[in-house]
């Protein structure tokens, strides 16, 4: 007979669970493996909460077993180390992202692109080396083989720190591969969400002419004011949209929403590249003729290997880029998720797990 969750491991833990597709979180007894020899135990202090999250929670991409414990933003302690460990110490800062395992032996490792292992596993919702389910963020505690460790720099905040684990590297990671790193180059940013904004901030790092593409005319002032966008293009009005026509380099298209691309794609230069960061939950239409006579392209990017992920930390402390959250309490989940579902959040909702999770 199958052991429950909170006797398959000997260490107890505790967090919040989905376990329908209501997606309603709820206190959630469990347990973790005890820390073994290259593994990293860490007391968790906060939780970013990502829209992928509440996809998970609601089983909108059909593929969640319940119950579900969400989150792969966590920045925590180090309170325990294994025999083997030496990147780490106890009392250490450290973070996980949305992955706590691959591998470790295939081409896609050996490159340092754990992300794209056959075989890597999510911080939750998917199945671990031993076999049992992990589990995520938005609980106590969190054990971790090392090498999906990372060292959080000094001067990055815990809280508003903590959404660069994922909306940081997904953004970080295709501006590095698509070569959107040369000054000077114009890059337009679709949607000024979670993504987006962090978007922004690490394209005018890298010295970027940076445009902000939405359908909002009120998040103008926000996008040049407060995140420093160059300019703001209001989607929905045929005249600035046509004006911008083949002005851009690269876009960056952080929506989830179902939406046209070929507007965008004729905001290209020729050789302009279009990178799809967001997940639809249907198919996107692709018009060629615009590839073909602009010889453009179209790709995507998921997160990024431990080494980039370091590296994107670590360039975000040296230019101090942050995310915008919101601090929760974990009480206040729910109303958060349904709020996020709206894009009532600017721009990210971040748990204060360390001081406000208690067992019930």
């Given at each position: 007979?199958?052991?429950?969750?909170?006797?398959?491991?000997?260490?107890?833990?505790?967090?919040?669970?989905?376990?329908?597709?209501?997606?309603?979180?709820?206190?959630?007894?469990?347990?973790?493996?005890?820390?073994?020899?290259?593994?990293?135990?860490?007391?968790?202090?906060?939780?970013?909460?990502?829209?992928?999250?509440?996809?998970?929670?609601?089983?909108?991409?059909?593929?969640?077993?319940?119950?579900?414990?969400?989150?792969?933003?966590?920045?925590?302690?180090?309170?325990?180390?294994?025999?083997?460990?030496?990147?780490?110490?106890?009392?250490?800062?450290?973070?996980?992202?949305?992955?706590?395992?691959?591998?470790?032996?295939?081409?896609?490792?050996?490159?340092?692109?754990?992300?794209?292992?056959?075989?890597?596993?999510?911080?939750?919702?998917?199945?671990?080396?031993?076999?049992?389910?992990?589990?995520?963020?938005?609980?106590?505690?969190?054990?971790?083989?090392?090498?999906?460790?990372?060292?959080?720099?000094?001067?990055?905040?815990?809280?508003?720190?903590?959404?660069?684990?994922?909306?940081?590297i997904t953004v970080y990671s295709p501006m590095k591969y698509y070569g959107m790193t040369e000054p000077g180059k114009h890059l337009g940013i679709v949607g000024l969400g979670g993504l987006g904004h962090v978007a922004v901030r690490i394209g005018k790092a890298f010295g970027l002419r940076v445009t902000v593409i939405s359908s909002s005319p009120r998040k103008e002032s926000e996008a040049l004011n407060r995140l420093g966008a160059d300019a703001f293009l209001v989607s929905s009005d045929p005249g600035k949209m046509k004006a911008a026509i083949g002005s851009m380099d690269f876009i960056i298209d952080t929506v989830s929403a179902v939406h046209a691309l070929a507007p965008l794609l004729s905001l290209l230069k020729p050789n302009g590249k279009l990178i799809t960061l967001g997940l639809p939950d249907k198919p996107l239409e692709l018009p060629i003729f615009p590839l073909v006579l602009g010889r453009k392209l179209v790709g995507g990017s998921d997160i990024g290997g431990i080494k980039e992920t370091q590296e994107m930390l670590d360039f975000c402390a040296k230019h101090n880029i942050t995310a915008d959250v919101e601090v929760i309490r974990i009480d206040e989940i729910n109303t958060a998720m349904e709020r996020l579902g709206k894009s009532d959040v600017r721009y990210r909702f971040v748990i204060d797990v360390g001081n406000s999770l208690s067992q019930l």
């Amino acid at each position: 007979m199958a052991k429950s969750p909170e006797e398959e491991h000997p260490q107890k833990a505790f967090g919040w669970a989905a376990k329908d597709t209501s997606g309603i979180l709820s206190p959630f007894h469990f347990s973790r493996r005890e820390n073994g020899v290259e593994d990293v135990t860490v007391k968790i202090l906060y939780c970013g909460v990502c829209h992928s999250d509440l996809h998970a929670c609601r089983n909108e991409w059909g593929f969640v077993r319940y119950p579900v414990v969400p989150g792969h933003e966590i920045v925590g302690t180090v309170t325990k180390i294994g025999n083997n460990v030496k990147k780490f110490k106890v009392g250490d800062r450290v973070g996980v992202g949305v992955m706590v395992g691959s591998c470790k032996s295939c081409e896609y490792c050996n490159q340092d692109l754990e992300n794209y292992c056959p075989k890597m596993i999510f911080t939750y919702n998917s199945i671990d080396h031993d076999g049992t389910r992990t589990y995520g963020g938005y609980s106590d505690m969190i054990v971790v083989n090392q090498h999906f460790v990372l060292h959080f720099p000094d001067n990055l905040p815990s809280d508003a720190g903590a959404p660069l684990l994922c909306a940081g590297i997904t953004v970080y990671s295709p501006m590095k591969y698509y070569g959107m790193t040369e000054p000077g180059k114009h890059l337009g940013i679709v949607g000024l969400g979670g993504l987006g904004h962090v978007a922004v901030r690490i394209g005018k790092a890298f010295g970027l002419r940076v445009t902000v593409i939405s359908s909002s005319p009120r998040k103008e002032s926000e996008a040049l004011n407060r995140l420093g966008a160059d300019a703001f293009l209001v989607s929905s009005d045929p005249g600035k949209m046509k004006a911008a026509i083949g002005s851009m380099d690269f876009i960056i298209d952080t929506v989830s929403a179902v939406h046209a691309l070929a507007p965008l794609l004729s905001l290209l230069k020729p050789n302009g590249k279009l990178i799809t960061l967001g997940l639809p939950d249907k198919p996107l239409e692709l018009p060629i003729f615009p590839l073909v006579l602009g010889r453009k392209l179209v790709g995507g990017s998921d997160i990024g290997g431990i080494k980039e992920t370091q590296e994107m930390l670590d360039f975000c402390a040296k230019h101090n880029i942050t995310a915008d959250v919101e601090v929760i309490r974990i009480d206040e989940i729910n109303t958060a998720m349904e709020r996020l579902g709206k894009s009532d959040v600017r721009y990210r909702f971040v748990i204060d797990v360390g001081n406000s999770l208690s067992q019930l």
